[in-house]
């Protein structure tokens, strides 16, 4: 299984970016979705989650800015992200929570490689 991050890039404060994450392999069926993100000398935090039912949870400086969505056809997430500060400059990694099509269902997760969100002020 492999999770592949786009959407990154340079914008200026206040800018507006959509982060997409696609999930391909022998996929069963995909549970949690998420996003982490860590900007330089710090450690990784969550940005936020989103169940297979749709239920979502944002971290606090991201309520009001952020939003995670999917489409589960293509088994994909999403991050949008408004109102952009300089302190949200970081590496934005996406994961998931994978049953695989193996036969026993086998459940892993898995990580994304991360694309670069640089905001200017």
């Known amino acids: 299984v492999q999770l592949q991050a786009s959407g990154g890039g340079l914008v200026q404060a206040g800018g507006s970016l959509k982060l997409s994450c696609a999930a391909s392999g022998i996929i069963f069926t995909i549970n949690d979705m998420g996003w982490y993100r860590q900007a330089p000398g710090k450690q990784r935090e969550l940005v936020g989650a989103?169940?297979?039912?749709?239920?979502?949870n944002l971290a606090d400086f991201a309520k009001g800015r952020f939003t995670i969505s999917r489409e589960k056809v293509k088994n994909t997430v999403y991050l949008q992200m408004n109102s952009l500060k300089p302190e949200d400059t970081a590496v934005y990694y996406c994961?998931?929570?994978?049953?695989?099509?193996?036969?026993?269902?086998?459940?892993?997760?898995?990580w994304g490689r991360g694309t670069l969100v640089t905001v200017s002020s």
């Open positions: 994961d998931a929570d994978v049953e695989l099509n193996d036969g026993i269902r086998s459940r892993r997760r898995y």
């Open positions: 989103i169940s297979r039912g749709g239920t979502t």
